[in-house]
C-alpha cells in the first residue's frame, strides 16, 4: 500500500456530534468570542465581590439568556442544543460561579415559566427575563428539605384573590440579586406528593427577607441565600401550571437542570485539562517537561477518555431529548458520573500542578472548589442512585 | 472513637467527659438492640492505648486536648480568616512544653522523643485547622530538626532553645519557583566571599516564612549544584520591627538584609503563613553553615522520615474528627421521615470511610513504632504518607458528601476539612514522589 493511503488517525478532526449544526457553530464561536473577551477578564475580581447583574442585562442584549425561548417573547426560538452550547461556552469563563448564577435565570427558574406560564405570566416575567431586565432565581431547598423536596415546609394558603406565603429557603442562588422567585410551596398539607404548587413571588413584595449571604467552599461569584418569607401575599393569578402540580413540575425542570449541568460539567474538565497540558509542556523536573513522565502522560490519558465518555454520554441524551423523549433515568446517570468525572479531572489537574495547584493565583484550586457543587446541587449523587436504582424496579 | 479519649477520660478529665459521653450515646442504640445477645464484642469499649503509645502518652494527650479545646479551637475560625496565628499562642505553646516534647532538656527541651510529638502532631490536628497544625508545628517538626542533628554545640544553643520557647520562628527553606520535586534542582546560590557567603535566589511554598526569625534554607555552593554540590544556611533575619510582630506585611518587609517575604493565597492551612521569599545579596557568615559544606542533601533526606509521619498522624486524627462530626450530622439530620444515618447508603458510606481510618491508624502507628527505634525504611514512610494523605482526602469529601448542601457551606467546617486536606497529597513530597519512592525501592 502507498503510504499516501495509509489511514492515519486524526487527532484534531472536529468530531462534531450530529446534534449540533453549522448554525450551532456560529452561536458558539459568538458567545466564546463574548465570554473571552467580556466575562473572563473579570473573573478574578468577581469572586471577591459577586458577578455584576450588568452580565445579566449584556446577555440579554446579545440574545444569550432566551437562546431556547420563544421568539414571540423575545427569545431566540433555538433548539434544545443551543443551551447545551451556551452552557459549554460558559465554562471558558473560568468562573462556577458566574456559569451558575447565568444557568439559573436560562434554564432553572424560567423554563418552568416557559412550559407553565400564562401568557400574561409570560408578558410580566419571561419577557423582562429574556432582556436581562429581571432576575430569576429558584426556591426549591429548605433548611429541612434538600433532596427530600417532599419534605418541602413552605406553605401558601389562599386568603382570597391571594396566597399568603410563609417559610424559608436555603441556597438560593441569585436570591440577594433575583427580582422574582419561582417558589414551591405546599399549598394542601394533606395531600402529599399532590400538596405543592408553584408559585411566582416578586422579590420587592412586603415580608420577603433576604437573610445572609451564605459562605461556601467555591461558587464565590455567584451569590447564595437564605431566604424568609413572612406572611408575603402573591397574587392568585401568580400561581405557576395547575395547583397541586408542583412536585411533578419541579421534577420535570430538575431534568433540565441537570443535563445542562452535565454539559457544563464536561466543558469545565475540558478547559482544565487544556490548561493543566499546557502547564505539563512548560514545567520542567528531573531535567524534562513533567508531561513526558509516563506517569503523568498516562493521567491525562485517563482524564481524556473519561471526558470523552461524559461527552457522549451528555449529548445522545440531548439528543433523545431533542426527540421528545424524557429520558430520566439517562439523564440521572449524565448528571451523576459527569459531575464525579469532573471532580476527579479537577483534583487530578490540581495534583499535577503540584503546590502551584495549590495556590490561588493559577486558578486550578477554584475550579476544584466550584466543581465540588456539582455532585451536591440539582440533586446529589446519592439523589441520582437512587432514582437510577429505583428505575430498574428496585 | 479514637483510642485516645479512653484513658485520660477514665481518670475523670471534665473537658474530656463530654465527648466521651457523646460516643456512649451513640452506641447505646446498636448496644440497646444487642445488649441481650451473647456477644461479648464491645465496639464502645475503653481499650489500651495502641503501640507505640502509653498511659504517659495518654496523659500528656489529656494536657494537650484541654489546652487545644480551651485556647485554640475557639479562635479557629478568627485565624483562618485572619491567615495568622497570633505570635501569643507560639509563646503559650512553648511555656507549657508542648514546643520542645521531643528536644533533650539541655536545649529547653522535655527530654522525650517522637511518640511525644506524634501526641502533639495529633492533637493539633483536632483543632480542625490545618494551618494552625502547621504553623505551630512546622519549626519544631521539620525546621530544627536538622539543627538538632546536625548543628554544632554553638548552633543548637543559638537556635533551639527560643524556637522551643516561642519566641522565635523557624521555616525550612527547600522549594523554589522552579523546583519542587526536585530537590537536587535548588538554584538558589551561595557564593563563598570572606568570611560568609552572599545567597541570591528565591524560596516559594514555606511555611511560616513571613513570620520566621531565621530560615533553614537549602542553597546551590557548587557550581553544578545537584546532589553533591548544595549546602544548608541558617539565615538569620535581623530583629522584627517593634510592634510588628502580627504585621504580616511588616514582617515581610526588607529589614535592610535583602530579604522580602510575601505571603501566598491558598487552597487550604489559611491560618499558616506560606511565603514565597526572595533573597537578594543576602550575606550569611561562615559559622552559620549547618553540617558539611555540600552535604545538604543528606540532611533534607534524613528529617523527610519524621516529615512524613507527622503528616500521617495529623490526617488520622483529622480523619476521626472528621468522622465524629459527621456521624453527629447524620445522626440528627433527618430526610425522607427518617434519620439519614438510617440509610444504608449512609452507613456503607461510613463503613468504608471508618475501615481506611482504621487500616490508615494501624500503618502508621507501626511506622512510628519503627521509627522511634530507628529501624523504619524510606519506602514504609512513603507508603504510609501516600495512602494517609490520600485517604484523609477521601474521607474529607465522604463526609462532606454526607453533609449535602451543609458541606459545601463554610459554617459547618467540613469544606475547610477538605481543603485542608488536599495539601497532603502535595506538601511532603507529592504522591508522585512517594510512587516513584516505593516502585524503585521494590527492587523491580
Not at chain 2, 465527648?19 to 481499650?47: F, L, T, Y
Not at chain 2, 447524620?330 to 481506611?356: C, H, N, P, S, Y
Not at chain 2, 527505634?373 to 463526609?399: N, S
Amino acid at each position: 500500500m502507498a503510504t499516501d493511503t495509509v489511514l492515519k488517525p486524526d487527532h484534531a478532526a472536529s468530531g462534531r456530534h450530529p446534534i449540533f449544526t453549522d448554525e450551532h457553530d456560529e452561536l458558539r464561536a459568538s458567545i466564546r468570542s463574548f465570554v473571552e473577551k467580556e466575562l473572563a477578564p473579570h473573573a478574578d475580581a468577581w469572586e471577591e465581590t459577586t458577578f455584576p447583574d450588568s452580565v445579566f442585562t449584556r446577555m440579554g442584549e446579545l440574545g444569550y439568556l432566551g437562546l431556547h425561548y420563544p421568539e414571540e417573547y423575545g427569545g431566540q426560538g433555538g433548539d434544545y442544543a443551543t443551551q447545551i452550547v451556551l452552557a459549554e461556552e460558559m465554562s471558558r469563563s473560568h468562573s462556577g460561579g458566574l456559569v451558575m448564577g447565568v444557568a439559573v435565570h436560562t434554564d432553572m427558574a424560567n423554563p418552568p415559566l416557559k412550559l407553565l406560564g400564562t401568557h400574561e405570566q409570560k408578558l410580566q416575567y419571561l419577557v423582562p427575563a429574556m432582556k436581562g431586565e429581571k432576575i430569576a432565581c429558584l426556591g426549591i431547598t429548605e433548611p429541612g428539605a434538600g433532596s427530600d423536596v417532599a419534605g418541602i415546609q413552605t406553605t401558601a394558603v389562599r386568603d382570597g384573590d391571594e396566597w399568603v406565603v410563609n417559610g424559608s429557603k436555603l441556597y438560593i442562588t441569585n436570591g440577594h440579586r433575583a427580582d422574582y422567585i419561582v417558589l414551591v410551596v405546599k399549598t394542601d398539607p394533606d395531600a402529599g406528593y399532590g400538596g405543592f404548587s408553584l408559585l411566582i413571588v416578586d422579590m420587592d413584595s412586603p415580608g420577603v427577607v433576604r437573610e445572609k449571604r451564605l459562605e461556601k467552599l467555591g461558587m464565590h461569584a455567584s451569590d447564595t441565600a437564605l431566604l424568609a418569607f413572612q406572611d408575603v401575599r402573591v397574587p392568585a393569578e401568580n400561581l405557576l401550571g395547575e395547583e397541586g402540580k408542583g412536585f411533578y413540575h419541579i421534577m420535570w425542570e430538575l431534568q433540565g437542570e441537570r443535563l445542562v449541568a452535565a454539559a457544563g460539567a464536561v466543558a469545565a474538565a475540558d478547559r482544565l485539562v487544556e490548561r493543566t497540558l499546557e502547564f505539563a509542556r512548560e514545567r520542567q523536573a528531573f531535567g524534562r517537561s513533567i508531561g513526558k513522565f509516563q506517569g503523568i502522560r498516562w493521567k491525562f490519558a485517563e482524564m481524556a477518555t473519561k471526558i470523552e465518555a461524559g461527552r457522549q454520554m451528555t449529548y445522545n441524551t440531548a439528543w433523545r431529548v431533542m426527540q421528545g423523549e424524557y429520558p430520566v433515568r439517562e439523564i440521572s446517570m449524565a448528571k451523576l458520573y459527569t459531575s464525579r468525572m469532573a471532580c476527579e479531572v479537577a483534583d487530578e489537574c490540581l495534583q499535577i500542578h503540584g503546590g502551584a495547584g495549590y495556590m490561588k493565583e493559577y486558578g486550578i484550586e477554584r475550579a476544584w472548589r466550584d466543581l465540588r457543587l456539582n455532585r451536591i446541587g440539582a440533586g446529589t449523587d446519592e439523589t441520582m442512585l437512587e432514582v437510577i436504582g429505583r428505575s430498574y424496579g428496585l | 472513637m479514637s483510642t485516645a479519649e479512653r484513658p485520660t477520660a477514665a481518670v475523670g478529665d471534665p473537658t474530656l467527659a463530654t465527648p466521651d459521653a457523646n460516643g456512649a450515646e451513640a452506641a447505646a442504640p446498636e448496644q440497646g438492640a444487642a445488649a441481650a445477645a451473647s456477644s461479648s464484642v464491645d465496639h464502645g469499649a475503653a481499650r489500651l492505648p495502641d503501640p507505640p503509645f502509653t498511659a504517659d502518652h495518654e496523659e500528656l494527650r489529656g494536657s494537650i486536648r484541654r489546652w487545644v479545646d480551651a485556647e485554640l479551637k475557639p479562635h479557629v475560625q478568627e485565624w483562618e480568616d485572619a491567615e495568622w496565628v497570633p505570635s501569643s499562642v507560639f509563646r503559650r505553646a512553648g511555656e507549657l512544653g508542648f514546643l520542645g516534647l521531643a528536644y533533650p532538656t539541655e536545649l529547653g527541651g522535655q527530654g522525650g522523643g517522637p511518640i511525644d510529638e506524634a501526641v502533639f502532631q495529633q492533637e493539633l490536628a483536632r483543632s480542625g485547622s490545618a494551618g494552625l497544625a502547621a504553623a505551630l508545628g512546622a519549626p519544631v517538626t521539620i525546621a530544627t530538626p536538622p539543627i538538632l542533628k546536625f548543628g554544632t554545640s554553638e548552633q543548637r544553643q543559638r537556635w533551639i532553645p527560643p524556637v522551643l520557647r516561642g519566641a522565635t520562628v523557624a521555616a525550612l527553606a527547600i522549594t523554589e519557583p522552579g523546583t519542587g520535586s526536585d530537590v537536587a534542582g535548588v538554584q538558589t546560590t551561595a557564593r563563598k566571599v570572606d568570611g560568609g557567603f552572599v545567597v541570591n535566589g528565591e524560596k516559594c511554598y514555606i511555611t511560616g516564612g513571613v513570620r520566621a526569625d531565621h530560615l533553614v534554607a537549602a542553597v546551590k555552593t557548587s557550581e553544578e549544584g545537584g546532589h553533591g554540590g548544595i549546602s544548608f544556611l541558617v539565615i538569620e533575619r535581623p530583629p522584627a520591627p517593634e510592634g510588628s510582630e502580627d504585621d504580616p506585611a511588616l514582617l515581610g518587609a526588607d529589614r535592610g538584609d535583602g530579604i522580602t517575604a510575601r505571603p501566598l493565597q491558598k487552597l487550604g492551612w489559611h491560618a499558616s503563613d506560606t511565603a514565597l521569599i526572595s533573597l537578594q545579596d543576602v550575606f550569611v557568615p561562615d559559622e552559620h553553615l549547618l553540617g558539611e559544606l555540600h552535604g545538604a542533601f543528606k540532611l533534607i533526606m534524613a528529617n523527610f522520615a519524621w516529615e512524613r509521619i507527622s503528616m500521617a498522624l495529623g490526617a488520622v486524627a483529622g480523619m476521626d474528627a472528621v468522622l465524629e462530626t459527621t456521624k453527629a450530622y447524620v445522626a440528627e439530620r433527618k430526610a425522607f421521615g427518617r434519620r439519614i444515618a438510617d440509610f444504608q447508603g449512609t452507613r456503607w458510606a461510613l463503613a468504608e470511610m471508618g475501615t481506611k481510618a482504621e487500616a490508615c491508624r494501624a500503618l502508621t502507628f507501626e511506622a512510628l513504632r519503627k521509627h522511634d527505634l530507628g529501624v523504619v525504611t524510606p519506602m514504609e514512610v512513603a507508603q504510609v504518607k501516600l495512602m494517609t494523605q490520600r485517604a484523609m482526602v477521601e474521607v474529607a469529601d465522604g463526609c462532606l458528601q454526607l453533609h449535602g448542601g451543609a458541606g459545601y457551606m463554610k459554617e459547618y467546617g467540613i469544606e475547610r476539612a477538605l481543603r485542608d486536606a488536599r495539601l497532603g497529597p502535595i506538601g511532603g513530597g507529592t504522591d508522585e514522589i512517594m510512587k516513584d519512592v516505593i516502585g524503585r525501592m521494590m527492587g523491580v
